[in-house]
Structure formats: C-alpha cells, structure tokens
Nanobody
Framework: VQLEESGGGLVQAGASLRLSCAAS????????MAWFRQAPGKEREFVAY???????NYADSVKGRFTISRDNAWNTVYLQMNSLKPEDTAVYYC????????????????WGHGVQVTVSS
C-alpha cells in the first residue's frame, strides 16, 4: 500500500484545513486508517483513526475539532481540521494497518511521507 498525503499549509489560528490521504495498492477498505502527527522535538502522536466499519476515535487534544472520514470508492481518507490552534503545528502522517482500533504507531504497517501543517497565532 502506498499512501500520499496532501492538503497541508500555513494558516492562522481559528482557520480550517482538510488533509487527504490517497491510497494505492492493496484493498483499501480492509485497512484501518489513521492520522498521526509529529511536532519538532516531540514524538509522533496519535490524532485519529477510522476502521473498516467506520468506527472512529480521536486524541483528546483534537476531539470536537477534527473529523476523520474515508471514501472507499476513492481509496481516500480525510482529516477535517477546524478551529486550528498553534499547538496543532506538526507534520501530519497518514497510516494504514490491520488492527481495528489502535492508537499506537507500531500497529500501523504503511505510512505516508507526511504533510506540514503550520498554524500561526
């Protein structure tokens, strides 16, 4: 599975962005998909996941502001980010794995190269 993120950029606090992750290769619908992020000097952290029955989970820091969704017809997963804060600044990574509900990087097999999101105050 190859994953490619897009949609990042530089925005002001309070703005919105939508990240996309296009997948190619093996059957997309059978994978759990997740977003992680990594800020400078920090470890990669879980943001959100959506599994094959579309169950979702979010990090507390983004709950109520971010929404993950998937379109199996287009092999794409999205992350709608609203009310962005400077602390959301990070490189955002898309990941795919076979665990149905994992928050851990080790449980995801396939990764994109990441996309930069910068939120100015």
């Amino acid at each position: 599975v190859q994953l490619e993120e897009s949609g990042g950029g530089l925005v002001q606090a309070g703005a919105s962005l939508r990240l996309s992750c296009a997948a190619s290769g093996r059957t997309f619908s059978s994978f759990a998909m997740a977003w992680f992020r990594q800020a400078p000097g920090k470890e990669r952290e879980f943001v959100a996941y959506i599994n094959w029955v579309r169950s979702t989970n979010y990090a507390d820091s983004v709950k109520g502001r971010f929404t993950i969704s998937r379109d199996n017809a287009w092999n794409t997963v999205y992350l709608q980010m609203n009310s962005l804060k400077p602390e959301d600044t990070a490189v955002y990574y898309c990941a795919a794995g076979t665990y149905s509900s994992s928050l851990y990087t080790n449980d995801y097999t396939y990764w994109g190269h990441g996309v930069q999101v910068t939120v100015s105050s």
